[in-house]
C-alpha cells in the first residue's frame, strides 16, 4: 500500500462532497468557492497511477488475451457493480426518470443530464467521473495488447483524442467527452508511476514543497479561465500526488486510511445523504449564504456523507465486492472444466 495514494483518495472524496455541499446555498455562487471540484482531478491522477502500477507484473512475452481479460474483470469487479446500484437508486429516487437514457448510463456512454441539459452526466451526476475511467481502462487494455509499446500507443491515443477535439468541431455529447483535455490527467498518473521507485530516497522538504505548491496550483484554479484550468489543474493534481506519495511513507493515520478505504463508497452515496442534511440545515436557519453558514453547512454535509460512506462501505461495498469475485471464481472453475480434454 502506498499511504499517500490512499490519503489523497480520502481527501479528493471529501473536496468533491465539499464541492457540492456549496450548493445548497443555490447556483450564484463565486468562483473561488469550486475548489473541490479539484477533487476530481487528484483522483484521475491517481487512477492513472494506480492502474500503471497493478499492471507492472505484465508479461509482454506472455499470451496477452488472458492477461487483459484479467486486467478488465478485475476493474469490472472493483467499479462496476456498486456504481450500478447507486446509478439505478438515482434513476429512481433522485431523477424519477427510467428509460433509454438510463441504458446508456449502464452502458457508461455519455448523454445530457436528466435534469440539466448543461452537463454531460448520467443520471447519477457524479457518474461522469466513472463514465471517464471506465474510458481509460477500455483504451489501457487495448494498448496492454501491444506489449511493451503499450505506454507509447497510450499516450498517443490519449493526446490524440485531445488535439483532435481542438481542432474538429465533432457531434455533442460524445466528441466533446472524449477529446477532453481531463484524458491527459490519467496520462501524467501513468508518467508518475513509470518514474515511481518504491526504495527512492525521499527528501521530506522537498515532498513537503511539492505537496504545497500543488495544492496551492489547485486552488489558484479557481479562478483561472476554463481553457487554462483544465490543463493546470491536472499538473497541479500531479505534482500533489508526487509529493503526497513520498511525504506520507511510512506515516500511518488509520482515520484516513479507513476514508481512503471508503471513499468510492462517499463518492457514489453522498448525494442521498445531502436530501436529509440539507433540511436539517434549513430547520437549524443556514438559509443564507454568510461564512458561518458555510462552514456549518458544509461540515454537516461532509460529516454526514463521511459516516453514510464508510457504512456503505462495510455494508454494502464490500460483501458485494465478495461475491462477484466467488461468482467469477466459479465462472473460472467452470470454464476450466470444460475446457480440460
Not at 236 to 243: E, F, I, R, S
Not at 292 to 299: E, G, N, R, W
Request: net charge positive; aromatic share 12%; glycine share 10%.
Amino acid at each position: 500500500m502506498i499511504e499517500g495514494i490512499q490519503y489523497l483518495r480520502a481527501i479528493a472524496a471529501l473536496m468533491v462532497v465539499a464541492h457540492h455541499a456549496r450548493h445548497f446555498f443555490g447556483a450564484d455562487l463565486p468562483a473561488w468557492s469550486s475548489f473541490g471540484a479539484r477533487g476530481v482531478d487528484i483522483f484521475f491522477v491517481i487512477s492513472g497511477f494506480v492502474i500503471a502500477h497493478v499492471s507492472r507484473g505484465f508479461e509482454p512475452g506472455e499470451a496477452r488475451w488472458p492477461q487483459i481479460r484479467a486486467f478488465l474483470v478485475r476493474r469490472f469487479i472493483r467499479v462496476v457493480p456498486l456504481y450500478w446500484l447507486f446509478l439505478l437508486l438515482a434513476a429512481w429516487f433522485l431523477v424519477g426518470w427510467l428509460g433509454k437514457g438510463l441504458l446508456l448510463d449502464l452502458a457508461f456512454l455519455p448523454r445530457h443530464y436528466p435534469l440539466n441539459a448543461a452537463f454531460i452526466a448520467p443520471a447519477l451526476l457524479p457518474g461522469w467521473s466513472v463514465n471517464y475511467e471506465i474510458f481509460f481502462y477500455l483504451v489501457f487494455a487495448l494498448s496492454l495488447a501491444f506489449g511493451g509499446l503499450r505506454y507509447m500507443l497510450l499516450s498517443a491515443a490519449l493526446v490524440g483524442l485531445v488535439v483532435a477535439g481542438w481542432v474538429i468541431d465533432g457531434p455533442a455529447p460524445a466528441w466533446s467527452f472524449y477529446t477532453s483535455p481531463l484524458l491527459l490527467t490519467f496520462l501524467l498518473g501513468v508518467a508518475l508511476n513509470h518514474t515511481y521507485r518504491a526504495d527512492a530516497p525521499r527528501g521530506r522538504l522537498q515532498a513537503l514543497l511539492l505537496v504545497v505548491g500543488g495544492a496551492t496550483g489547485l486552488a489558484l484554479t479557481g479562478i483561472a479561465p476554463k481553457e487554462a484550468r483544465l490543463l493546470m489543474s491536472g499538473l497541479c493534481a500531479a505534482v500533489l500526488v508526487l509529493g503526497a506519495i513520498h511525504l506520507c511513507s511510512g506515516w500511518k493515520c488509520r482515520a484516513l486510511l479507513l476514508i481512503g478505504d471508503a471513499s468510492y463508497s462517499i463518492y457514489l452515496s453522498h448525494l442521498f445523504t445531502f436530501i436529509w442534511v440539507g433540511q436539517g440545515c434549513r430547520l437549524l436557519g443556514f438559509g443564507t449564504l454568510t461564512p458561518v453558514a458555510a462552514a456549518c453547512v458544509i461540515t454537516l454535509h461532509v460529516t454526514a456523507a463521511t459516516l453514510a460512506g464508510v457504512a456503505v462501505h462495510f455494508l454494502v461495498e464490500r460483501p458485494l465486492l465478495a461475491v462477484c469475485k466467488r461468482i467469477w471464481g466459479r465462472l473460472g472453475s467452470v470454464g476450466a472444466a470444460l475446457a480440460s480434454p
